[in-house]
């Protein structure tokens, strides 16, 4: 027998099955480390903001645009499982670089609690410094 949605000329979606292994890697990778998270999923999709159970359909492997893991997501999902944003985002693969291949200006840069010239005092700084390691003169 034909469901509603059938009858009214809406098919059923099938899961994707063709899955990126990049995916399937960071789904186990965050499966274990939200074991060891003592709150329900449920419990940390709300603390994070997430909607619409999109943590427990990307867990499941529940494939779509909608269920996806985005980045708004794991920078919310972060700090709740104690992970850096950062690490996630690498390991999600929404990341062009591993977190321990950022410069050390780069990580000024991007640092959202500094204000300009505070970035540029950091930088200024850091460049004398190795400058001075490098038996260079500071002028």
């Known amino acids: 027998m034909a469901t509603a949605g059938e009858r009214a000329g809406h098919r059923r979606k099938v899961a994707d099955t063709a899955e990126d292994p990049r995916t399937a890697e960071f789904r186990e990778w965050l499966r274990v480390r939200l074991e060891r998270v ?6 940390i999709e ?4 997430i909607p619409g159970n999109a943590l427990g359909k990307f867990l499941r492997g529940e494939r779509g645009r909608r269920h996806s893991l985005t980045p708004l997501h794991i920078q919310r999902l972060a700090p709740v499982i104690g992970i850096s944003e950062e690490t ?4 999600a693969g929404h990341l062009s ?3 321990d291949e950022v410069t050390i200006e780069q990580a000024i840069l991007g640092d959202r609690g500094l204000d300009y010239e505070d970035k540029r005092f950091l930088i200024e700084a850091y460049r004398r410094t190795v400058r001075k390691g490098e038996g260079g003169r500071d002028t």
């Open 88 to 91: 996630m985002l690498a390991r």
């Open 97 to 99: 670089h591993l977190p």
């Open 46 to 49: 709300k603390e994070a903001g």
């Open 38 to 43: 003592p709150k329900s999923i449920n419990a």
